[in-house]
Nanobody, 115 residues
Framework: QVQLVESGGGLVQPGGSLRLSCAAS????????MAWFRQAPGKQRELVAA???????NFAASTKGRFTVSGDNAKNTVYLQMNNLNPEDTAVYYC?????????WGQGTQVTVSS
């Protein structure tokens, strides 16, 4: 079983920045993809960034140029750096991992952008 734990969410003013972390643990087999999703109140969950094991990271159009992703293989952790945040970025952010055996989700971390 794979466990994903997100952290780093919080309240930030418009124009501010946050960095989310997703720490993966457990029995991980041949990662196909890691991704960040978000879900705003009353809306469907949407993809923020997809990081396939081979290939380039893809970003949602609304986040391109503002969000970046990085990883620390030694810590089995991926990061979502979010800059120039605006109120439309307010949502619960989820980490997702797809490997050879399954599709796993973290519990989510709340990001609120408000003045």
């Amino acid at each position: 079983q794979v466990q994903l734990v997100e952290s780093g969410g919080g309240l930030v003013q418009p124009g501010g920045s946050l960095r989310l972390s997703c720490a993966a643990s457990g029995s991980i087999f041949s990662i196909a993809r890691m991704a960040w999703f978000r879900q705003a109140p009353g809306k469907q969950r949407e993809l923020v960034a997809a990081m396939p094991s081979s290939g380039h990271t893809n970003f949602a159009a609304s986040t391109k140029g503002r969000f970046t992703v990085s990883g620390d293989n030694a810590k089995n952790t991926v990061y979502l750096q979010m800059n120039n945040l605006n109120p439309e970025d307010t949502a619960v952010y989820y980490c997702n991992l797809v490997d050879h055996l399954g599709d796993y989700w973290g519990q989510g971390t709340q990001v609120t952008v408000s003045s």
